[in-house]
């Protein structure tokens, strides 16, 4: 146990101790109305398990690609993802919602899969493949079950890799997101 924790339990319990002399009653004979979720007499608990996380390991590949991992054993999922320093912070005047833009796009098919095959290949796996942009970041990421990890990696790889820019499908985003646009004014507005 921390000492913080140990410190904490004690104040406590010296707290406890003396407002119970105060008012003339031992903990030994508490009032009814406080053991009707639990005891009030304290008990020592550990919370560990409750209050522990996994470990975050950050790794800096030979070519400078930061990856961090996070290992809960007894997950049968897992999330995977990519984090971009790209976000509308980063943007000039003239590129104002590139970003957000490429977001929408990465996922409408690359060289290697339509974006057919990309969603069967999502919906097969029972996955969820998603992004957000941020002021900061923009983040692609897939939702697994742990033994499609590596498929998931894959699919990631390609799309940022390997997206496919057509042109009929870049007109037809582009409305998608200036509706967006005219949403967010008026919601701003109103």
């Not at 319990?13 to 105060?22: D, E, G, I, K, Y």
């Not at 903990?27 to 975050?56: C, G």
């Not at 990309?118 to 919906?123: A, F, G, P, Q, Y």
């Amino acid at each position: 146990m921390s000492s913080i924790l140990r410190r904490a339990r004690y104040a406590w319990q010296r707290v406890a101790t003396v407002t119970a002399f105060r008012h003339g009653h031992a903990l030994a004979v508490p009032d009814e109305r406080f053991q009707r979720y639990n005891s009030p007499v304290p008990s020592r608990i550990d919370h560990t398990p409750i209050l522990s996380t996994p470990e975050l390991k950050l790794t800096t590949l030979p070519n400078g690609l930061r990856v961090a991992t996070e290992s809960n054993l007894s997950a049968d999922s897992a999330t995977v993802g990519v984090w971009i320093d790209a976000g509308s912070r980063f943007e000039a005047d003239a590129t104002n919602g590139t970003a957000h833009f490429l977001e929408h796009m990465i996922f409408k098919g690359t060289k290697r899969r339509s974006l057919r095959q990309l969603e069967e290949e999502i919906e097969n796996m029972g996955a969820h493949l998603n992004a957000y942009t941020s002021r900061e970041q923009t983040t692609y990421y897939a939702k697994v079950l742990k033994k499609d990890v590596s498929a998931a990696v894959n699919i990631l790889a390609d799309i940022l890799q390997n997206s496919s820019f057509d042109e009929d499908r870049i007109s037809r985003e582009r409305s998608v997101i200036l509706r967006e646009m005219e949403e967010v004014q008026c919601t701003v507005s109103s």
